[in-house]
């Protein structure tokens, strides 16, 4: 039932209030007394003390996620945002492509398949974009036959494609949570170039955000790689607010700093131009490494094999963008690299669970881990920040 008008008003000027006085906090708090150094572990599980633009970004992106807690309670509340959550997503009634797999996660993992409300968000501002899908509109425009417009159902209406996808921040640091992995719904761009009618002369297509973000992708690869795609949906549901609705784009193998959210335009142009973070300094192609992870050693599953052994469960995850994994290995005490088992991935696009049953000896132990990619290029060593 919904509230009474004058309840209803009184509802929303204090929810504004308590937003605003959190608002202020934020402001205060990351703009006059932020630490004048972050930490960033290396590959070695050393840490390096630096000052970082984008760790700043980070950090207010983190305090206006927080802030907007509060509002997604109020959405909550009300007869819309109650059907919003009421909605079901697709890995509600469907099983994972893996789920046979012999292969199991060890408790404590991090999820395969992470739930919505935890997949990481990195915006260039403090409160993400708001847009009403009646009025938005995709405009096209630069070397094509016509500039047009097209909504969101013309997007909608063409073949779907589904992919599960891992995701993840340039600044993500090792072992970091600024990495998910869901089920993205799209159009491959591919298939839509040739109704948007780009001209020959045409080499890039300059995409533009609402909040202000921009990108360039290359004609060749999204006419070498029809995963790239023109995302509208994850695990069934339409995109949320904070993470790009009504249309985001997604290009297999880089980072996320490379995949505007928000798209309200698209030129096609016949030059590389620098992207958002690129004119700021970032690396100009942004290809996800080769990353390897321990989330847990599960002394609380610790079992006895047939031979009498005790066996301690380790397990993680490792990612090589769209490369994938063929070999992930553990080292107790700088001794010989024992080779761990693989999850068979959601995806060619997605991070791979690894499991190892490391015989237990008591005493105090440094374990490590490597990965190796699919082309058979070893993850890299040195530490970096």
């Given at each position: 039932t919904?509230?009474h ?8 000027v204090?929810?504004?209030s ?5 608002l202020g906090w ?23 003390r ?24 109020i ?6 945002g ?21 292969v ?6 991090r999820?395969?398949f992470t ?14 974009q708001?847009i ?12 094509v ?5 097209l909504?969101?159902d ?8 589904h ?8 600044s ?13 719904t ?6 839509l ?22 990108e360039t992708v ?14 509208y949906?994850?695990d ?5 607010a904070g993470h ?16 505007p959210k ?6 096609a ?9 690129v004119?700021?300094?970032?690396d100009?192609?942004a290809?996800?490494?080769a ?5 847990v ?8 094999n ?31 690299w024992q ?6 991935p959601?995806?060619?696009?997605t ?15 440094v ?14 060593v040195?530490p970096?920040?």
């Amino acid at each position: 039932t919904a509230l009474h008008p004058f309840a209803e008003g009184l509802w929303i000027v204090g929810s504004f209030s308590v937003w605003g006085a959190l608002l202020g906090w934020a402001y205060d708090r990351l703009c006059f007394r932020l630490p004048a150094e972050v930490s960033v572990a290396s590959t070695e599980g050393t840490f390096v003390r630096v000052v970082d633009r984008r760790q700043f970004l980070l950090r207010l992106s983190g305090a206006s996620t927080a802030i907007t807690v509060a509002g997604a309670v109020i959405g909550e509340l009300t007869p819309q945002g109650r059907a919003i959550s009421e909605s079901k997503p697709w890995s509600a009634s469907h099983l994972l492509p893996n789920a046979g797999d012999p292969v199991t996660p060890v408790p404590g993992t991090r999820p395969e398949f992470t739930p919505l409300k935890d997949h990481y968000r990195v915006d260039i501002n403090a409160v993400p974009q708001s847009i009403d899908e009646k009025i938005w509109r995709l405009k096209v425009a630069g070397l094509v036959e016509r500039p047009r417009e097209l909504t969101i159902d013309q997007i909608r209406n063409y073949e779907p494609m589904h992919q599960f996808v891992t995701l993840s921040c340039i600044s993500n640091p090792v072992g970091g949570d600024l990495i998910s992995t869901t089920r993205w719904t799209g159009v491959s761009l591919k298939r839509l170039l040739p109704d948007i009618g780009v001209l020959p002369r045409a080499t890039h297509l300059r995409i533009r955000s609402a909040d202000g973000f921009y990108e360039t992708v290359s004609l060749n690869t999204i006419n070498t790689d029809e995963r790239v795609m023109l995302t509208y949906a994850w695990d069934g549901l339409p995109l949320w607010a904070g993470h790009g609705f009504p249309l985001r784009i997604y290009v297999p193998d880089v980072y996320g700093m490379k995949q505007p959210k928000w798209i309200e335009s698209i030129e096609a142009i016949e030059h590389f131009e620098e992207g958002f973070w690129v004119a700021r300094g970032w690396d100009r192609r942004a290809q996800m490494k080769a990353t390897s992870v321990i989330d847990v050693v599960a002394a609380d599953a610790a079992f006895v094999n047939s031979h009498g052994q005790k066996l301690v469960p380790i397990g993680g995850i490792a990612h090589a963008g769209a490369r994938g994994i063929s070999k992930v290995e553990l080292q107790s005490d700088g001794h010989e690299w024992q080779q761990a088992e693989l999850r068979h991935p959601l995806s060619d696009t997605t991070w791979v669970v690894w499991r190892y049953d490391w015989p237990f000896e008591a005493g105090e132990h440094v374990l490590t881990v490597r990965c190796t990619d699919g082309a058979g290029v070893p993850q890299i060593v040195q530490p970096s920040s």
